[in-house]
């Protein structure tokens, strides 16, 4: 194994050692240990805080009005049960490295930082500023992310490389998540006397009824890159008692959202479906938006996605794909402030959020080159 594929290796290993779930997140002490590694090597280094215990680190080197960020993400998603290894701890075993966080994203970090390093000592970042900016809280509302895009001082280029388990492939975009909590009213009464009241969950039935068929008609909806847009209910809950008819009852519906949906378009197309099924009945019902993540885009023919292709090139990998990520992600947050934006980091998004996740050896080395050629190919 080369020198600093052996360096991410064992960055990798230390940054899995600090427990950052989020809830509650508590990424600080990672980046305040992130920081005093890359302040060692030279790095102009700031801990962002974005809330208590939460924080982001951003390092940089050069000065120049071209700025090239390697932006990846501090905290994880609880472990959970059913874990064979350690999940703080990294556990190699028959060429993959086992542990919450290995494939999203601590193994990205630690790659950035390892061709990062490379780079800085040996003096070949060219006229380019390199910025690390590894954020808190992506896992649920981009918090870390909103901040820097919005805070961070712009160029005359500005491009980001995310580092989402993405297996080193080159992704353009990703679909959005709007997620809507939908309340149905009807009238509560005792079960023995059904008639004298409305069941909330009957309602709710057909509704979800109409929920299936609106998804089936969502399907049809054709998109270049992305997969159709989707709607489903994910959680439902009603009743309050054996003998009780409910008068509420409610349905979380989950919607994957392509460039042209919003959260205010949508919540009028799921009130639409409501006063069809309701309106002329003793009925009323709420809707609360409670997640809003817009989906992301970038051309195909943008400078970060030739800069990628240019990397491949030099690493003598095959031409590369260009395609999109099946996963949520903060993409769209830098889009949305005006930068030039792509995806690409080692791990398969499947190994992702699951018990055992790991991430396979070779695709961690072949991370730290490709983020050594893409910083070489601006």
Same mark, same amino acid.
């Given at each position: 194994?080369?020198?600093?594929?052996?360096?991410?290796?064992?960055?990798?290993?230390?940054?899995?050692?600090?427990?950052?779930?989020?809830?509650?997140?508590?990424?600080?002490?990672?980046?305040?240990?992130?920081?005093?590694?890359?302040?060692?090597?030279?790095?102009?280094?700031?801990?962002?805080?974005?809330?208590?215990?939460?924080?982001?680190? *951003?390092?940089? #080197? $050069? %000065?120049?009005?071209? =700025?090239? @960020?390697?932006?990846? /993400?501090?905290? +994880? !998603?609880?472990?959970?049960?059913?874990?064979?290894?350690?999940?703080?701890?990294?556990?190699?075993?028959?060429?993959?490295?086992?542990?919450?966080?290995?494939?999203?994203?601590?193994?990205?970090?630690?790659?950035?930082?390892?061709?990062?390093?490379?780079?800085?000592?040996?003096?070949?970042?060219?006229?380019?500023?390199?910025?690390?900016?590894?954020?808190?809280?992506?896992?649920?509302?981009?918090?870390?992310?909103?901040?820097?895009?919005?805070?961070?001082?712009?160029?005359?280029?500005? *491009?980001?490389? #995310? $580092? %989402?388990?993405?297996? =080193?492939? @080159?992704?353009?975009? /990703?679909?959005? +998540? !709007?997620?809507?909590?939908?309340?149905?009213?009807?009238?509560?009464?005792?079960?023995?006397?059904?008639?004298?009241?409305?069941?909330?969950?009957?309602?709710?039935?057909?509704?979800?009824?109409?929920?299936?068929?609106?998804?089936?008609?969502?399907?049809?909806?054709?998109?270049?890159?992305?997969?159709?847009?989707?709607?489903?209910?994910?959680?439902?809950?009603?009743?309050?008692?054996?003998?009780?008819?409910?008068?509420?009852?409610?349905?979380?519906?989950?919607?994957?959202?392509?460039?042209?949906?919003?959260?205010?378009?949508?919540?009028?197309?799921?009130?639409?479906?409501?006063?069809?099924?309701?309106?002329?009945?003793?009925?009323?019902?709420?809707?609360?938006?409670?997640?809003?993540?817009?989906?992301?885009?970038?051309?195909?023919?943008?400078?970060?996605?030739?800069?990628?292709?240019?990397?491949?090139?030099?690493?003598?990998?095959?031409?590369?794909?260009?395609?999109?990520?099946?996963?949520?992600?903060?993409?769209?947050?830098?889009?949305?402030?005006?930068?030039?934006?792509?995806?690409?980091?080692?791990?398969?998004?499947?190994?992702?959020?699951?018990?055992?996740?790991?991430?396979?050896?070779?695709?961690?080395?072949?991370?730290?080159?490709?983020?050594?050629?893409?910083?070489?190919?601006?």
């Amino acid at each position: 194994m080369k020198a600093y594929s052996r360096m991410a290796v064992q960055m990798m290993k230390e940054l899995v050692k600090f427990d950052t779930s989020n809830a509650p997140g508590n990424e600080r002490p990672l980046a305040e240990y992130i920081a005093d590694i890359l302040k060692k090597e030279g790095f102009a280094v700031e801990v962002q805080k974005v809330a208590e215990n939460r924080a982001n680190v *951003i390092a940089s #080197i $050069g %000065e120049s009005e071209r =700025n090239l @960020i390697l932006n990846g /993400h501090l905290d +994880v !998603v609880p472990s959970g049960s059913g874990w064979n290894t350690a999940p703080f701890r990294v556990t190699e075993k028959e060429g993959r490295f086992y542990g919450r966080g290995t494939c999203d994203m601590k193994g990205g970090l630690a790659a950035m930082m390892a061709a990062a390093i490379k780079v800085k000592r040996e003096n070949t970042l060219g006229n380019k500023n390199l910025v690390l900016a590894f954020v808190a809280d992506e896992e649920i509302h981009g918090t870390g992310t909103k901040y820097f895009a919005k805070h961070f001082k712009k160029g005359q280029q500005n *491009i980001v490389v #995310i $580092g %989402e388990p993405t297996q =080193n492939e @080159i992704h353009v975009a /990703h679909r959005g +998540v !709007v997620r809507l909590r939908v309340g149905i009213y009807g009238k509560q009464c005792h079960s023995g006397r059904p008639s004298e009241g409305i069941n909330a969950l009957t309602l709710l039935g057909r509704f979800l009824v109409e929920v299936e068929e609106w998804n089936q008609r969502k399907q049809k909806l054709i998109q270049p890159i992305l997969p159709a847009p989707t709607v489903a209910a994910t959680t439902a809950t009603g009743g309050i008692k054996d003998n009780v008819i409910p008068g509420y009852a409610e349905v979380v519906l989950d919607f994957r959202t392509v460039p042209g949906d919003t959260a205010e378009k949508l919540t009028e197309e799921t009130d639409a479906v409501l006063k069809r099924i309701f309106e002329a009945e003793n009925v009323s019902w709420t809707i609360e938006k409670y997640i809003d993540v817009a989906p992301g885009m970038t051309d195909t023919r943008a400078e970060s996605v030739k800069i990628a292709q240019r990397a491949y090139g030099r690493l003598g990998w095959p031409e590369a794909e260009v395609t999109y990520f099946s996963a949520c992600c903060d993409m769209s947050c830098f889009l949305a402030e005006g930068f030039d934006a792509i995806l690409c980091g080692p791990g398969n998004l499947a190994q992702a959020h699951v018990a055992d996740e790991y991430i396979e050896k070779q695709q961690l080395e072949d991370a730290v080159d490709f983020y050594e050629n893409y910083i070489l190919s601006m």
